[in-house]
């Protein structure tokens, strides 16, 4: 099975910064990742997929890269309602989760 | 805009069986793959299966022993049971939309790589004597 590994599991920022979370693969997975971002009480949203496709409706400040077994998610100027819990997963062979990374108000 | 709306008891005691149901509202049964997967603070976001609308079903490994997916698609739903419940398989359950979106070539094959971008609400299990 594919392992995920995303780091930090905690992100501390202000709105108007640029942040970055890392996720690794334990095996190659191409660009079969996706981002999703979830907050208290709901469903995890779709953010990206394919590593950098940005998922229709969603901010541009979003955005992904990487191919492989590394990848990112950076989010260009924190806005407020950014403050949340992503994760990254891959989707090449059956699915995995990363454990999370939650993005808190500095 | 396709739409999920799962439910199911949300109370459970040790030994008995999960059950939950997802309906699928304002899209096509098909193509896509629909799934399960739950959370809990123990071991986060953890796939549990996923189902065709023809009824092939893959399961994590992990659970395979005690879980069975199955579909209705006359009435666009599909369904998750886990036998033996323990304290462990205390989390929220998600159904969620495993949506082919992206396509690779590879040789002279065409595959399908699916991404969930549709999820339903959850729901709460708690299993306890």
């Known amino acids: 099975d594919v392992r995920v590994t995303q780091s930090p599991s905690t992100l501390s920022a202000s709105v108007g910064d640029r942040v970055t979370i890392t996720c690794r693969t334990s095996e190659s997975i191409s660009s079969w990742l996706a981002w999703y971002q979830q907050k208290p009480g709901e469903a995890p949203k779709l953010l990206i997929h394919k590593a950098s496709t940005l998922e229709s409706g969603v901010a541009s400040r979003f955005s992904g890269s990487g191919s492989g077994t590394e990848f990112s998610l950076t989010i260009s100027s924190l806005q407020p309602d950014d403050f949340a819990t992503y994760y990254c997963q891959q989707y090449k062979s059956y699915y995995s989760f990363g454990q999370g990374t939650k993005l808190e108000m500095k | ?129």
């Open chain 2, 1 to 129: 805009q396709v739409r999920l709306q799962q439910w199911g008891a949300g109370l459970l005691k040790p030994s008995e069986t999960l059950s939950l149901t997802c309906a699928v509202f304002g899209g096509s049964f098909s193509p896509s793959y629909w799934n399960w997967i739950r959370q809990s603070p123990g071991k986060g976001l953890e796939w549990i299966g996923e189902i065709t609308p023809s009824g092939s079903a893959n399961y994590n490994p992990s659970l395979q022993s005690r879980v069975t997916m199955s579909v209705d698609t006359s009435k666009n739903q599909f369904s998750l049971k886990l036998i033996s419940v323990t304290a462990a398989d205390t989390a929220i359950y998600f159904c969620a939309r495993g949506f082919p979106g992206d396509t690779a070539i590879i040789g002279l094959s065409y595959y399908y790589y699916y991404y969930m971008d549709v999820w339903g609400k959850g729901t709460t299990v708690t299993v306890s004597s």
